[in-house]
């Protein structure tokens, strides 16, 4: 069995989270031996100065023997942001109001605009973004 034959029998379960520019795959892999592991793949759009984009690409394996350590410290971590910052996003994007020291509203409301317009024309440009095809050519080669 090739390798290429192997990765394309080795994916088990998959889920697909976007999140605005970003998008996450949670995948369930099978190793040689045939246990189960997690992947967790961060997919960012960038661009190209030519116009043109590419994805970056940051991975996680997460395997069965640390599944219970990496819970208990994902939440105790994101118990410990929301306990100190609640659960409100803060940041100036998601402050309407905000205003830098050297911008008007009217520049701020200008920027906004043209951001959302961009991420719009880059949604219609992506195509079909629920097919996580698009985003997996990744090689197992390591594993």
């Known amino acids: 069995m090739t390798d290429k034959e192997?990765?394309?029998q080795n994916e088990i379960f998959s889920k697909v989270f976007r999140a605005g520019r970003r998008t996450y795959f949670f995948d369930v892999r099978e190793t040689k031996a045939g246990d189960y592991y997690l992947t967790i793949t961060e997919s960012k759009r960038q661009?190209?100065?030519d116009g043109s984009y590419y994805?970056?690409?940051h991975k996680i394996y997460l395997y069965k023997e640390d599944f219970e350590r990496f819970?208990?410290?994902?939440n105790e971590v994101m118990d410990f942001i929301i306990r100190e910052k609640g659960p409100e996003v803060i940041s100036e994007r998601h402050q309407k109001?905000?205003?830098?020291?050297?911008?008007?509203?009217?520049?701020?409301e200008a920027e906004e605009s043209a951001e959302e317009q961009e991420e719009n024309t880059e949604d219609k440009e992506e195509?079909?973004?629920e097919n996580p095809e698009k985003f997996t050519?990744?090689?197992f080669d390591d594993i």
């Open 6 to 8: 192997f990765n394309a």
């Open 47 to 49: 661009t190209n100065e």
């Open 55 to 57: 994805y970056k690409k």
């Open 71 to 74: 819970k208990e410290y994902l």
């Open 97 to 108: 109001d905000f205003q830098p020291e050297n911008k008007t509203a009217e520049e701020n």
């Open 127 to 129: 195509g079909d973004d």
């Open 137 to 139: 050519d990744v090689d």
